[in-house]
């Protein structure tokens, strides 16, 4: 049974995701005494040997992880313009090192943010900032540690597809897109506030 939310309802997933092997050295910081989960802002976690071990399936849709897909975007021209490559980040990256990657973001049919924990409210700038600021048009997916709750802000920021914790239901999740029937700020979704778009004189 298919995990992904797309178009408002579950759908098959026709993408391979690509990942990265795990970090040699996981780093643990502190802040105020108490661990710090996330990782930082702009920080590289992988060499580039490691990055080049990542073997990419040769047919199919495929998204890749940013690092893989700056480090090999030659030679996969030619799949691009077939629309067989999308793009996904971790929090900590920086929509900016995509966007420089590629000379039209929306050359690429998806994008993918990954959130490693749902507490890391980072996905929510991201999808924002890949709307509002960089003109992103096609599929914004969210994946990770994502759950029912957060679809309907997902979806004020931005994100059309969610592939949902394999320990949840994605069947169950899809009710939260209508959580809310108006929403009253303004955002990515629906940019105007409620008291604009609603006449309550009459």
Not at 49 to 60: D, F, L, N, T, W
Not at 146 to 158: A, E, N, P, S, T
């Amino acid at each position: 049974m298919s995990n992904l939310i797309a178009n408002g309802k579950v759908v098959d997933d026709e993408w391979t995701l690509v990942k990265l092997p795990p970090p040699p050295d996981e780093k643990v910081r502190k802040q105020a005494g108490k661990v710090v989960l996330f990782k930082l802002t702009g920080e590289n976690t992988h060499t580039n040997s490691q990055i080049e071990s990542v073997e990419i399936p040769p047919e199919g849709k495929v998204l890749l992880p940013l690092p893989l897909w700056t480090l090999k975007k030659q030679e996969l021209s030619n799949r691009v313009s077939k629309g067989e490559i999308g793009v996904w980040l971790e929090t900590h990256e920086l929509v900016e090192s995509l966007s420089c990657s590629i000379s039209d973001i929306n050359k690429l049919p998806v994008i993918g943010v990954h959130v490693e924990r749902f507490a890391d409210g980072r996905i929510f700038t991201i999808g924002n900032l890949l709307r509002s600021r960089y003109g992103f048009k096609n599929e914004l997916r969210a994946f990770g540690d994502v759950l029912r709750d957060q679809l309907y802000f997902l979806k004020r920021c931005g994100f059309d597809s969610y592939l949902i914790r394999n320990d949840r239901s994605a069947a169950d999740a899809l009710a939260s897109l209508n959580d809310f029937s108006e929403p009253y700020q303004g955002a990515v979704d629906i940019t105007q506030p409620v008291w604009r778009r609603i006449d309550r004189q009459g």
